[in-house]
Structure formats: C-alpha cells, structure tokens
C-alpha cells in the first residue's frame, strides 16, 4: 500500500553459500507443486513463529494447495522478528532476510507470520521482493496483515486464497492475467467465507479480514475488474467504523490511506473531482491523526498524498487550478520538513521532483517568472542525487522536467542560456529513453520538444 513504504529499504540478497543452504531447508520442509503443469505464481510459505505454528502453517498450506496456480514451498523454519529492536525496526530486518529468502528460493511472494494472543490467533505477513509499489491501490505493505482466529474457520481456505492471489499478482512471474481472473472468483468464494465467520471473532481479526479483503478487491480493480471497485470501498469501510484512532492511530491510518487510495483510482472511471475531494479528506485526516514527531515518515506520506491529489484535482478543475497548485506545492513543503537529502536521498529526491512539477505547473499561471526559476532551482538540485549513470530512468525523468522548465521560462524571458540548458536536458532524456523498452513514445514526445528548443536558438543566432 503506501503507508510504511516511507522506511521501506531494498536489500541485497545473500551469498551463494547462504542461498544454497536455505534451499536445502526449503526441501527438507516440503516444498511442493500441486499441480503437474505450469503455475503461473510460486509462493514460499515460513513457518508462523509461536506455538502452534507448524501445525497452522500445515493447514495454510492444505488451503493454498487448493489453487493449482500457485506453486507453493515450505521454508522449513520461521522468519523471526528482533525482539530488541522497536517494531518498525522488526519489520525492516525481517522483510530484509525474507527477501534473501525470495531470491534464494526463486519464488514471488512471501508469506510468514507469528501466533498471537497465546496462540489464539495468526497473523499473515505478505511479502514480494520489490516491496510495496507506492501509491497503487491494494497493494500489502508492512502494516497489512492477515489475522485470524485460531482454531482456524472452516471458510478461512477461501478467504486466504483472495488474499494471497492479490498480494502475488503484482509481482507473479506467471500470466498476471489468469491470476486477475482467478482473483475474481476466488473473491466470490470470499464473500460467502466472510459471511459464515463467527460472530465471536477477537476484534482485531475482524478489522484485518475487511482490510486485507479491501486490498484484494482494490487490486482485482487495478487488473481490470471496475466492479470491484465499490467492494473494495465497502470494505475498508467496514474496518474503519471498527477502529478508534485515538487508540490504534496506525492501523487506523492504514486503512483509512488505503481508502483514499481507491477513491483517487476511481477517478480513472469517471473523472470526477469529488472523488479526488474525497481522497483528499481521507490523507488530511491521517496527517491530522498521525503525529509528525512519533510517525514522521508517515506524517510526510500522509502530506505527500495529499499534494499529489491537489496535483490532479488541478487537471479536472480550471478554474480552481492554480489554488490547487498551490495547495500541492504547500502539501509537499510539508513532506519535505521531514525527509532528509542526507539521511533518504532517495525519498527526498522523488518528493523534490514532484514539488518541481507542481511549481511548473504554478508558473503556468499567468507571468510567473518567479515560480517557474524555483522550479528550475528545484530540479537542479534533484539532479545533484539523481546521477545518470547510476539512476538512468529517474535521472531522465527529472532531466526532461528540468528541460521543460526551462523552455517554458525561456518563453516568457527569452534568455538563451535557458534554452541552452533545456537543449542539453531534452537530449539525455531522449537518449535514454530511447534505450528502454516501452519508453519509444516518450522519447518522441520529447524529441518534438528538442525539435521546438533547436529551432529557437536558429532563429536567435540568425
């Protein structure tokens, strides 16, 4: 999802030696295929840390094996958390090693988890090796888990297909579109599961059900099922009005993230502005909730959302435009009090280049001379982290932006060095999207710009 995606790292994975031993235990634990032809995703399943995990782990297994799509392994140990460390902290070094463990094991996603509540209860993990892709709806990140009530439901089976197909699909080395098909009717089943669970469920598994089920309709939605939509929202819906924020401000601000999430998607189906309003309240609520000192780097995703949705919001509304722009730009000035150029380059860079494009934007807005310079100062600085030789893509992304900026002023003031430097910017962008598969229109585009650029300075010269 998006929420925790602010401390999401990426890591390497193990050496040969470590890779060769973790298949070993992935055998001797039972890996299996159940069915004799392809399978269009490969699961890894570790054994859930806590009494009475390797028998709950069994029983998953039973559940998983019902879908011959999915090839699933046994890990053969479990994925434990560092106590000694603060949750967060947990986390990331468990979702480390499980990616080593996907990479050794060749396989898409990782499912691990613990028993809670004395045994009473187990909660799902879900993990693929390129972590959660930010800003997607349904997408599982590290504070969407699966809990159910121990000793597991009869209809769980059905509800922990869903689930798992979802969490997959986005990374599935298989046919993504047999999965989303798949998905589609596994949810069914899934609807009827939900129906029969027990009154008595612990409360917890309850708000847990209807969000990881909000995950998986939102991502059946994002792989072309537009019904799914309104399930999805009737969902999260259900978990929200089962949570109080003032008591469980994370799990609250997990699910209510999520919500906007699918409300700004459904703007894809009919361009509707109160759509987006409504994205909006969700992400002010959550950095309202959220305390900027305890969860910081989630306080600035919350702000980060929020200016990406004024952003669009500017394109569907004309007349309200440059006030939306400039409610983006103060959105991302928000984000950017907390993330760091010298401790999340990355980050600061990503958030940096978007407050770049909404600056650009804003100096379309009659003669903003002033504007359209900061924007340019602004990519210029993202380009100082963003190096070509190491970030091709993201460098070209922020160099076109830069060219961009500095045609548009060049425009207004007519000074050759900016077009000069829009000229330089256009023709790295060109040549490197040039060499990336499915960027060919992009390139054109940009080319066509370079085209306009050049033909300035000709003129200017002559």
């Known amino acids: 999802m998006g929420l925790f995606a602010s401390i999401l790292k990426s890591f390497m994975p193990a050496g040969r030696r470590r890779k060769k031993k973790r298949r070993n235990a992935a055998r001797a634990g039972g890996g299996f295929r159940p069915s004799d032809g392809a399978t269009d995703g490969k699961v890894l399943l570790a054994e859930l840390f806590g009494s009475g995990g390797k028998e709950i782990t069994e029983r998953l297994a039973g559940m998983l094996s019902a879908e011959s799509a999915i090839e699933t392994a046994f890990a053969g140990k479990a994925l434990k958390k560092n106590l000694r460390v603060g949750m967060i902290e947990r986390l990331i070094l468990a979702e480390r090693d499980g990616r080593d463990w996907l990479a050794?094991?060749?396989?898409?996603?990782?499912?691990?988890?613990?028993?809670?509540?004395?045994?009473?209860?187990?909660?799902?993990?879900?993990?693929?090796?390129?972590?959660?892709?930010?800003?997607?709806?349904?997408?599982?990140?590290?504070?969407?888990?699966?809990?159910?009530?121990?000793?597991?439901?009869?209809d769980a089976g059905a509800i922990v297909r869903a689930v798992t197909l979802a969490a997959l699909l986005p990374a599935a080395s298989g046919s993504r579109r047999t999965l989303s098909e798949l998905l589609v009717k596994h949810l069914a089943d899934a609807a009827t599961a939900v129906a029969g669970l027990p009154a008595d469920m612990p409360h917890d598994c309850t708000v847990s059900v209807h969000n990881t089920l909000g995950n998986a309709y939102a991502a059946s939605?994002?792989?072309?099922?537009?019904?799914?939509?309104?399930?999805?929202?009737?969902?999260?819906?259900?978990?929200?009005?089962?949570?109080?924020?003032?008591?469980?401000?994370?799990?609250?601000a997990v699910v209510n993230t999520h919500l906007g999430l699918v409300m700004e998607a459904g703007v894809k189906i009919d361009r509707s502005p109160e759509r987006l309003l409504a994205a909006i309240k969700r992400y002010?609520?959550?950095?309202?909730?959220?305390?900027?000192?305890?969860?910081?780097?989630?306080?600035?995703?919350?702000?980060?959302?929020?200016?990406?949705?004024?952003?669009?919001?500017?394109?569907?509304?004309?007349?309200?435009?440059?006030?939306?722009?400039?409610?983006?730009?103060?959105?991302?000035?928000?984000?950017?009090?907390?993330?760091?150029?010298?401790q999340s380059p990355d980050r600061w860079a990503e958030v940096m280049n978007h407050y770049g494009v909404a600056q650009m934007a804003l100096g379309g807005h009659g003669k903003a001379d002033a504007v359209l310079q900061q924007s340019i100062s602004t990519f210029r600085?993202?380009?100082?982290?963003?190096?070509?030789?190491?970030?091709?893509?993201?460098?070209?992304?922020?160099?076109?932006?830069?060219?961009?900026?500095?045609?548009?002023?060049?425009?207004?003031?007519?000074?050759?060095?900016?077009?000069?430097?829009?000229?330089?910017?256009?023709?790295?962008?060109?040549?490197?999207?040039?060499?990336?598969?499915?960027?060919k229109r992009k390139a054109e585009v940009i080319q066509k710009n370079l085209m306009r650029v050049q033909q300035m300075l000709s003129e200017d010269a002559a």
């Open 221 to 252: 939605f994002r792989f072309g099922a537009k019904k799914a939509l309104a399930d999805a929202v009737q969902h999260y819906e259900a978990a929200d009005k089962l949570i109080d924020a003032k008591t469980a401000p994370m799990t609250w």
């Open 284 to 342: 002010s609520a959550v950095a309202n909730t959220l305390s900027r000192e305890t969860h910081a780097g989630d306080w600035a995703l919350a702000h980060m959302r929020r200016a990406m949705a004024y952003y669009k919001l500017a394109t569907l509304q004309a007349a309200q435009a440059q006030q939306h722009l400039k409610s983006s730009a103060s959105a991302f000035e928000e984000a950017l009090t907390v993330y760091d150029r010298a």
């Open 381 to 439: 600085k993202v380009l100082e982290v963003r190096k070509r030789d190491a970030q091709p893509i993201l460098w070209a992304q922020t160099a076109n932006n830069l060219g961009a900026a500095c045609f548009a002023l060049a425009k207004q003031t007519g000074e050759e060095h900016l077009l000069e430097e829009a000229s330089y910017y256009f023709q790295g962008a060109v040549q490197v999207y040039r060499k990336v598969r499915g960027q």
């Open 104 to 154: 050794d094991e060749g396989c898409d996603l990782l499912i691990w988890g613990e028993m809670e509540e004395l045994g009473t209860a187990a909660r799902l993990h879900f993990l693929t090796q390129g972590g959660g892709q930010d800003g997607h709806p349904g997408v599982f990140g590290m504070g969407d888990t699966l809990d159910l009530p121990v000793p597991l439901p009869d």
